[in-house]
Each structure stands twice: as C-alpha cells, then as structure tokens.
C-alpha cells in the first residue's frame, strides 16, 4: 500500500497589532500592504465626466450640451424629424451640431433613416436648417458664411 505524503506544516506569522500579537495563517490569507495615499487622492484631480454623443453630421463626439437633439415625430404622417429643444421627448434620438455643414452631411448620408432606424422617414432640411442657425444664434456660435457679411455686419451705415 502507497504511503500518503506528509502535508506541509501550516506556515503562521505573528504580527504586532496595537492590541496586542495575532497569529495569521499564511496559508488562509494573503497579506498586502496597502498604501493609502493611493487609495484616497485628491479629489480636485477628479474630473467629472460629461455625457457624450456622437453627431451624426460629421461623426465628432462631443459632449451633449454642445450639440442638439433630434427625434423623429411619429405622430404625423409619414414621419418627420424635429429638434428636441428640451431633450425630453420620448424615442429614439439623434445628436448634430448646430452647424450647417453637419446637417448637410447628415442629410447627404442619410444618417437620420438609420440613426431613427424608421423607414419612410420625411426630412425637411430647409426647415430643419433654419431652426439650427436660431439655435446656433442662440447659443452664440453663429458663423457668418462670408467675408461680404462679416465686411457688411462691421460697416457704418
């Protein structure tokens, strides 16, 4: 008959505790040591982190209150696109800047069919074009188009 093998002896380790030596198994527990000064940091090095969207004109993510919310009213016929102005209506929405260029380029890729994921999906872009130049206005990022209107805006009647 096989002879069982002799099993280790349990290593133990006597630590100094300010109540007085206690004994741990080395073999139940690991022992680390932890350096608090990496456990709590300074909280002034935390930032706090932004809801990010993703425009679909131009494909730039950036943070939500620089870009405007689109939904797609269903409750005409055939379904239309809209600007959220309080990003609270209900389904599924659709971030762009209130730029111009990335309306065109939305529009050019059809990003709002899928974006919307509806089909027979109406989008008016003159309407929706004049609706983000007042938001850009709004918000003070209105570039003007030319340099004629920037020479017009600063001349003296």
């Known amino acids: 008959m096989p002879r069982a093998m002799p099993t280790a002896p349990r290593q133990t380790l006597v630590r100094a505790e300010p109540d007085g030596p206690r ?23 935390h930032r706090e982190k932004l809801p990010m969207r993703t425009c679909v004109g131009c494909r730039q993510c950036r943070p939500a209150a620089e870009l405007v919310r689109l939904v797609a009213d269903t409750g005409v016929n055939p379904p239309v696109v809209v600007i959220d102005h309080r ?9 762009l800047h209130p730029d111009p260029e990335c309306l065109g380029l939305a529009v ?38 030319t340099e004629e209107q920037v020479a017009e805006d600063m001349s003296t009647p």
Do not use: N, Y
């Open 108 to 145: 050019q890729r059809k990003a709002f069919v899928r974006a919307f994921r509806i089909g027979g999906l109406t989008v008016d872009s003159d309407l929706l074009m004049r609706e983000i130049e007042s938001v850009a206005t709004q918000r003070g990022r209105h570039k003007p188009a």
């Open 87 to 95: 990003k609270t209506m209900s389904g599924r929405g659709a971030w």
């Open 23 to 45: 004994r741990v198994s080395l073999a139940s527990d690991v022992l680390r040591t932890v350096d608090l000064s990496m456990v709590h940091s300074d909280p002034s090095l």
